[in-house]
């Protein structure tokens, strides 16, 4: 026939091969390239009489490991949610004037920087789980500090305690969750952080609403104290977490990391290799097998600033660059004037009572949680990416309708309903496209990239620079719509989302699917790393379809006419 086969391995399981020869001539023929895959006599192919691959089952453990680290997010989304409500009563009791009340509002974001920068080396100090405790215990006395404040200054220094705790939970969660969870479900998992985040804010709408029935020196007290509550069963849930895998390897505890990463696997094949990876990553021989081993001591932080800041290589430059860039964007296109300030906004479309405008914010609040739910199960299934750039789209169209429909009823000396509707309908579809994809994306996006060495001090970085941005948002946004009008407020906030969506069409490779170490190798060409990705899928092509045979199979190596 003038065609070759070739047997590339050939397993100990019985073929007939004289039956499989007989059918050669049902083989296809295109280009001069005779089909490699053997057809049985009723034109089915082995693999027709192989099983179907199953997609794993969500592992249950680290699902449930991972919402109970998330739990520390509810603190800081409570804390949003509460304030939006209690500033109006705050300041009718404590008669302060609105520079005052901005600061009020945003200064917890300032405070959580000390919380954040300290995370990182607490956490590889002591370890991933008792930084959860910390955190929780700080806020849960800002809280009761909060709820007996009697003044102004007092306060203030609730704010401050609060912000700590806030700041240690915002860099733990995304971080131990992103390093219990297996491949096939992490986007799914690290996403829970700003779930609960959502869950927090609409918690403290509902309790806005809830005690603005109170007498007006009491309510505001009681929204802020009961956050309290949420930190208590943080304590207690966190006793049935296990330590982080790659901390403990880090300590060179590989006895207890293995037995963590049979757990949270979907294998035991995985947990072998996610294993071997971070040993790798860790410096640690593959061939050592010890329970516990002697690890150079750089687990505190030693050298990983440098590394970060000083000497990077461009690698970890880029990753630098992507991890604080989207939490700088996250927070710079308006998320937190639109969440803490929704009664204002409201108020300024034409909603003049107090329940009409904490009902708006209950809607708000309930349309984020809804949104995020969907988005946690979209990100395992769409990818990081497409997600990413649908949503900051759709923002920056949302936050456009939204400051031209304020604009036109700033201008109007009377109500104009479908200007207010319009008002309302896009402020929810900002929040609503917020959650379905930048909301959640940048903190599974920021604690995934960073290598293990980094991971910890680089994910308090992206913290810290979205504390800051959210701060000068926050207690800037009473000036900022007073001196440019609210609808330029928004005109504003639109602007710097279509820089981001450019910014993440550059920059920012997919990452879904993979694992946490093969991810260095997308980085460092910030250009180029579209050419990578291409590289990586051939590669993983050809472990998959490549020479070798597994499960008895025969595979036959391509033919061509000579």
């Keep these: 026939m003038g065609e ?185 998992l690290t996403s829970f952080p700003e779930v609960f985040i959502n869950g927090g804010i609409l918690l403290g709408y509902v309790s806005n609403y809830a005690f603005s029935k109170l007498p007006t020196d009491l309510g505001w007290r009681f929204m802020l104290g009961v956050g309290a509550i949420p930190s208590v069963f943080l304590a207690v849930g966190v006793l049935a977490m296990p330590e982080s895998p790659r901390w403990l390897v880090m300590q060179g505890r590989l006895g207890e990391a293995k037995k963590v990463l049979d757990k949270t696997s979907d294998s035991i094949e995985e947990a072998q290799l996610r294993l071997s990876e971070i040993k790798e990553a860790a410096g640690i021989p593959q061939e050592c097998t010890d329970d516990v081993v002697k690890v150079q001591k750089r687990s505190h932080g030693e050298g990983v600033w440098k590394e970060l800041l000083l000497y990077p290589t461009p690698a970890v430059r880029h990753v630098l660059i992507c991890g604080i860039g989207i939490h700088f964007f996250q927070q710079a296109s308006g998320i937190d004037a639109v969440v803490l300030y929704s009664p204002t906004i409201f108020e300024k479309a034409g909603i003049t009572s107090s329940d009409g405008k904490l009902l708006a914010t209950v809607a708000v609040g309930f349309v984020k949680t809804i949104t995020i739910l969907i988005a946690t199960f979209l990100l395992d299934r769409i990818g990081r990416r497409p997600l990413l750039l649908s949503s900051i789209i759709g923002m920056v169209a949302s936050l456009t309708t939204l400051g031209f429909s304020l604009t036109i009823i700033d201008h109007s000396h009377e109500k104009i309903p479908w200007a207010i509707g319009l008002c309302i309908t896009m402020v929810l579809a900002y929040v609503a496209l917020f959650s379905i994809g930048m909301g959640p994306i940048t903190w599974v996006y920021s604690s995934e990239i960073f290598p293990l060495r980094l991971r910890a001090q680089g994910a308090s970085m992206g913290v810290a620079v979205n504390r800051v941005t959210s701060g000068v948002i926050s207690m800037t946004f009473i000036s900022l719509y007073k001196a440019i009008s609210i609808g330029g407020a928004f005109f504003l906030f639109a602007g710097i989302a279509m820089v981001a969506t450019l910014f993440f069409y550059m920059f920012y490779p997919e990452t879904q699917g993979k694992t946490l170490e093969e991810m260095e190798g997308l980085f460092g060409k910030f250009f180029g790393w579209r050419e990578e990705a291409k590289k990586l899928k051939m590669k993983k092509t050809m472990e998959v379809n490549g020479d070798g045979t597994s499960n008895g199979q025969i595979q036959l190596g391509n033919t061509t006419t000579k």
């Design 4 to 188: 070759s086969v070739k047997f590339i391995e050939y397993e100990p399981h019985h073929i007939d091969i004289t039956h499989w020869l007989t059918n050669m001539a049902s083989m296809g023929e295109q280009n001069g390239v005779v089909s490699t895959r053997p057809v049985m006599a009723d034109n089915r192919s082995f693999a027709d009489f192989e099983p179907a691959v199953k997609k794993p089952k969500r592992n249950k453990f680290a699902f449930a490991c991972a919402i109970l680290a998330s739990l520390t997010s509810i603190l800081l989304g409570y804390d949003i949610g509460v304030m939006s409500g209690a500033i109006i009563y705050i300041q009718e009791d404590l008669k302060i004037n609105d520079v005052q009340k901005e600061i009020l509002m945003g200064i917890l974001n300032v405070y959580s920087l000390v919380g954040s920068c300290a995370a990182g080396r607490t956490s590889d100090w002591v370890g991933r789980r008792y930084t959860i405790v910390l955190a929780g215990a700080i806020f849960f006395l800002g809280a009761l500090l909060m709820g007996f404040a009697t003044s102004y200054a007092f306060l203030m220094v609730g704010r401050f305690v609060a912000g700590i705790g806030v700041g240690y939970a915002l860099m733990i969660a995304p971080v131990y969750t992103a390093e219990v969870s297996p491949a096939s479900s992490r986007g799914f």
